[in-house]
DNA sequence: GCTTCGTAAGATAGCGCTGTCTTTGATGGC
DNA sequence: GCCATCAAAGACAGCGCTATCTTACGAAGC
């Protein structure tokens, strides 16, 4: 008897398969795709664990475990519950997963736009981070409208992610209350909150704006103004900012202030330069709050042969692309916009897997780029 | 008997909830959550369908089928689960639902770049028409590799969605296997395939490059250049169009065909620019595949005092914002790309909804704009 | 009046996984 | 050699919906 059960233990792995096989086969015959069932199959036709684990010899959630890297599986079983999966083209069906555990593999990312490069490089940095770690990444626009983006969070929320990553702080009471509800992470994106139990990444906004101040009077500028489109709190700050410094001087006036809602665009910026220039003459140095915007204030000052920044100094927010190529080259704010995205990945990650030590606002400050423009 | 039956219907539906709230009570006290059953709770915390079909006094069934507009329900009915919905802040949970029914609300869609301006206006476009529907959309990005392709593919059809949104043609075999096992509508984007059974919006690269090439031989040119950054399939195509034409021309030899594999941008643009002037002096025209690339060239021949047209005409691609700002402002195609997304959208719903009766292949052709650069 | 039929509502049974408890067998101390 | 202890594998049940079958009712036809 004891020999026996020597035996059969040291062939314990391809006796306990064959049990199992003849397990499963009479469960198919009664119950199973073979027929036995007066319903019809509602069966999605791709391999289920069940057949999974009928391949490798072990049971379902044995093989289960195993797919999910769970420690305490051996690691025989493991690798050939890989193997069988590899064979079958396996992929376990992720809403079975999450209706079973109760949350997903999703991240909700939700932004203000997706038109604006700046969120882009964002997007795109968030991606490197999660999708490696197998975390679907969900998008959400809701374009600058905390309403939206109200609706955004009730709708994602019902994919119970793993964690959102939110851009400003302009969020609704009800999504705050909403979010808190959930008890999942969120990290909140471009902007410091003192705010406790709030993570953030980002950068002063105010500070950016005047740090431009600083730098437009340091080249001996006075007649200053400050442009804005699109009805973002961002840009808001860092006008304040920009006013807050030139408040502190003598001899300089308030800053002319020219805020549109419609989206930033090149276009728009010539448009803006040539109507702030028509009714304030004096100007002699304004801050554009994206790049765009200065962009296309240079390109019509190139063709009225306006000298810049001759008679005028230009300075942009973003330092996108173009602008280190412009003639004259523009000068701008270097934001971390992908280093935003990344570290709040990072942070969202450390929350997922319950480390919530770290401080919780993280600032990547910014660069001003000194170019020709000013 | 008989009058008390009738009695009882007059008041089905009250009746009818009475009783069924009693079956839940008895239900819950043996394994809700109020705690009869040994093993712990797995809930989500969020309302259930059969919560709200209390609430309304239904069945889950028919709230269930309230809330899906199913026809068959009673108007008052679906009206009172409607309103208990909103008073709840009901969601339904999508994994169930998906679960159950075998297909998930969501659309996959597969670009090859978050970080080209040109697909960011595609996908904007496809959620506009998306969204509305209650679809969701999930966002793929493959690098321009097809293997990665097919990586996504693999685990986006795990998720069961409705549709599928390729861009290019360039799909694996196994992706193709792949697709066309799964039974789920497919629309490719960008280009134009002549298969049947294959749905495509977009227009002729091949024939957007040809016109460049008539374009700049029209403006005397004679000695011309293709550059192309990037492995981008649908550029090669362009530059095989641009070739074709060129190669019907007496007195004009062949492009000189220069293709780097990094990445389109600014930067690059204008190093390439320099480099082809150096080994080619008499080159006279240049077809960029991108106009980022060309918009580089400018500011680099701009600093260089290398004028243009004069010297040689510059041709980009895409006609990105800026390209009409620029001085020169640059010649560029303005291909259909928000219009692409939306087509392919809509084709996509069309055979979502079982209709396949249009042409499969939708022509949005192209526009040649033509500036100061040439 | 009785049966046949069509329609709206409900009962039932999963979809394919994973959390939890239970079982099994191995290990260590006496 | 025997029992307590531990770890690995499995059994079980259920996550929250929806497809399908069933029932109950009123209308229509004879």
């Known amino acids: 008897m004891l020999d026996a059960v020597k035996i059969a233990l040291s062939y314990a792995l391809s006796a306990a398969a064959i049990k199992r096989k003849n397990a499963s086969m009479s469960q198919r015959s009664s119950s199973g795709s073979s027929g036995g069932s007066s319903r019809g199959s509602r069966a999605s036709g791709r391999p289920t664990l069940a057949e999974l684990a009928r391949i490798a010899g072990v049971s379902p959630i044995t093989a289960s475990r195993a797919l ?26 992720p809403a079975a997963r999450t209706l079973a555990s109760a949350h997903s593999d999703a991240v909700a990312v939700l932004i203000p736009s997706l038109s604006n490069l700046l969120f882009i490089d964002t997007l795109e940095a968030i991606h490197d981070v999660l999708m490696p770690r197998g975390l679907e990444v969900l998008i959400g626009n809701f374009h600058y409208s905390p309403e939206e983006e109200e609706k955004l969070v009730r709708n994602y929320l019902a994919y ?13 009471p009800a999504t705050r209350s909403l979010l808190k509800a959930s008890g999942i992470p969120v990290v909140y994106m471009m902007e410091l909150s003192r705010e406790t139990g709030l993570h953030s990444v980002g950068f002063s906004q105010e500070e950016s704006g005047a740090a431009v101040a600083r730098h437009l009077l340091a080249r001996g500028r006075r007649h200053l103004a400050y442009v804005a489109a699109q009805l973002d709190p961002r840009a808001l700050e860092r006008g304040l900012g920009f006013q807050r410094v030139l408040a502190g001087q003598r001899e300089v006036r308030p800053p002319v202030w020219l805020s549109v809602p419609e989206p930033s665009s090149v276009a728009l910026g010539g448009e803006l330069f ?29 063709r009225r042969q306006i000298p810049i920044p001759g008679r005028v100094a230009v300075v942009g927010f973003n330092d996108l692309p173009l602008s280190a190529h412009m003639a004259p080259r523009l000068t701008s704010i270097r934001t971390p916009r992908a280093r935003v995205g990344e570290a709040a990945a990072h942070r969202l990650v450390d929350l997922m897997d319950g480390d919530c030590r770290a401080e919780p606002a993280i600032d990547l400050g910014f660069e001003l780029i000194e170019r020709e423009s000013s």
Request: aromatic letters at 8%; a negative charge; proline letters at 4%.
């Open 68 to 93: 999910r890297g769970i420690a305490s599986v051996d690691p025989d079983l493991a690798k050939r519950v890989r193997e069988a999966a590899a064979a079958l083209n396996y992929v376990a069906n």
């Open 160 to 172: 119970q992610p793993r964690g959102i990553l939110l851009t400003g702080l302009e969020q609704t």
């Open 274 to 302: 040539v109507r702030l220039l028509d009714a304030y003459p004096d100007i002699d140095g304004i801050f554009f709050c994206n790049d765009d915007l200065a962009q296309g204030a240079i390109f019509e000052a190139t």
